[in-house]
């Protein structure tokens, strides 16, 4: 009698899952108040990684870009003073 032999293998075959990412945050406040140097940022993070084929994820998970250029300087302005008169002499009656 002959016997016969039955084989069984599980096969699991992972399904590809796609990289999610969060929404990108608002921007920041300008890191300088004035000036050209000052950049605005903001990010975003991963809410899945990838998975098998699936799409990966970026790299970037960070935009910058230059702030509105303000100018340093600021006018700053008092009281009015009194009104004099400069570098005239005046002669006998108070005309010049």
């Given at each position: 009698m002959e016997?016969?032999?039955q084989m069984n293998i599980s096969c699991v075959v992972e399904c590809p899952v796609n990289c999610q990412l969060s929404e990108w945050s608002p921007w920041s406040e300008c890191t300088h108040t004035c000036g050209l140097a000052g950049k605005l940022w903001r990010r975003r993070s991963v809410i899945?990684?990838?998975?098998?084929?699936?799409?990966?994820?970026?790299?970037q998970?960070?935009?910058?870009?230059?702030?509105?250029?303000?100018?340093?300087?600021?006018?700053?302005?008092?009281?009015?003073?009194?009104?004099?008169?400069q570098g005239l002499d005046c002669v006998g009656d108070g005309s010049t």
């Open positions: 016997k016969k032999w899945q990684a990838s998975q098998g084929d699936g799409r990966p994820c970026p790299s998970m960070e935009q910058w870009k230059p702030c509105p250029v303000k100018p340093c300087f600021s006018w700053r302005y008092s009281a009015w003073s009194n009104c004099r008169v």
